[in-house]
């Protein structure tokens, strides 16, 4: 199918085009990093000289603030919005950036160049639009990476999303037939400050305040990313498992999340996980059961082509050429709840207790040198002056597999 320029989603797009972001999540450097931590040859990585794809882009901020970063990393955008593809354009050339581009295309029409990209990402796109764009998503991940690249998709998933999706579906009657966008909003708003009233009133009711949670969350949106993910005309959420197989279908392999820690069973609670073991589920059925026990919303989910070598099991030897940082940071001794060991406070607010001396030594040196990275090599020296490397490896595959560190593949900007 051919775009029609009369899409009335390019049109709203156009007309209120969709706020800027950064995502760290996929930082290049992180991601790169992370396919190495996947490949069990570390000579099939990716090239001296990566190349990212970003597909429905916006303005692009987060290509543009990665290319201000990496210089060595060339970075594509495309978009369908010509508007807001300009944009990108004029303030990319305003900051004299020679390494990204831009290309407005619906996803439908656009055309990849094969083995073409080491990243190719979709943030934000793939539950707001028809079938046959996730479709052509599958198909320009499958066609244009490397055999070593990683696709990353962002999607919303069941249940979680199902409480929000009931609220959405409210608002979307309540706006029927009104096409100015401002006028839809503030009916929304109308409607959202009558639903949070009411379940204020049930402080007792954990249902109550629950879906009180999600009001909040809507109205905390700014106006324009609210008449696209809450008021967008296509609206459709999946199973994990739906997601696996489509893509299956289409010529990729689910490989991973993009934060490790959310795909663990660690941290279930012991009852759960002894159910599960009984279950004896498979990988990818194992996934789909642990977005249930943790009523899952969204993920952001790792492709390879088919044919990839990539394999899920980490490995020591494909560490030594990577540097090392994480986002926690050590937490006060009241946040820490009077626990013998250590506690590390998350971005979000939580506290996570290692458990280990070695491993919570690690996570110490790299706490003590955040944000900066910290190479392979010279963690090792630090950590292993009694000659125990192998528990150093031991404890820093803990940290990687628990989402307390991150990789990084040195680029430009870390050199």
């Keep these: 199918m051919t775009a029609s320029a009369a899409d009335p989603l390019q049109a709203r797009y156009d007309e209120t085009p969709y706020r800027d972001q950064v995502f760290p999540q996929l930082d290049a450097s992180r991601l790169l990093g992370m396919a190495q931590l996947f490949q069990p040859a570390p000579a099939i990585l990716a090239s001296p000289e990566p190349r990212v794809l970003d597909l429905a882009c916006a303005s692009g901020e987060h290509i543009r603030s990665q290319a201000e970063r990496y210089p060595g990393v060339h970075f594509t955008g495309v978009d369908f919005s010509r508007r807001q593809v300009e944009r990108g354009r004029d303030l990319a050339a305003d900051s004299g950036l020679q390494n990204v581009e831009w290309i407005t295309s619906d996803l439908r029409d656009f055309e990849v160049d094969t083995n073409r990209y080491d990243l190719i990402l979709c943030h934000g796109v793939f539950s707001w639009v028809p079938d046959e764009v996730k479709q052509r998503i599958f198909e320009i991940a499958r066609r244009g990476l490397r055999p070593a690249g990683l696709a990353v998709v962002a999607y919303l998933t069941y249940p979680g999303w199902k409480q929000r999706e009931a609220i959405r579906e409210l608002l979307a009657s309540r706006v029927q037939g009104v096409d100015d966008p401002g006028e839809r909003v503030r009916r929304s708003a109308l409607v959202l400050r009558m639903l949070h009233a009411g379940y204020s009133a049930f402080e007792d009711n954990p249902h109550a305040q629950s879906l009180k949670g999600v009001v909040e969350s809507m109205q905390r949106g700014s106006a324009n990313v609210f008449l696209h993910d809450e008021l967008g005309i296509d609206h459709d959420p999946c199973y994990f498992a739906q997601f696996a197989e489509w893509a299956s279908e289409c010529g990729l392999r689910y490989l991973a999340e993009a934060d490790l820690a959310t795909m663990s069973t660690d941290l279930l609670p012991a009852s759960a996980f002894s159910v599960l073991r009984e279950l004896d589920p498979d990988f990818l059925e194992t996934q789909q059961l642990i977005d249930f026990l943790v009523n899952r919303s969204g993920r952001t989910s790792l492709l390879v082509r088919n044919d ?13 050429a990577l540097h090392f940082t994480t986002t926690f940071k050590t937490a006060t001794p009241a946040e820490a709840s009077g626990e013998s060991s250590a506690g590390f406070e998350a971005p ?38 009694d000659g125990t490397s192998e528990g150093f490896s031991r404890s820093l595959l803990s940290l990687l597999g628990r989402g307390l560190a991150e990789p990084r593949r040195p680029l430009d900007a870390d050199v």
Excluded: I, K
């Design 308 to 320: 990839s070598s990539a394999v899920r099991e980490m490995s020591v030897d494909r560490l030594t």
């Design 348 to 385: 979000a607010g939580h506290v996570v207790h290692v458990g280990d001396t070695g491993t919570e030594s690690v996570l110490s040196r790299l706490v003590q040198a955040a944000p900066e990275s910290v190479p392979f090599a010279e963690l090792e020296a630090a950590e292993t002056s």
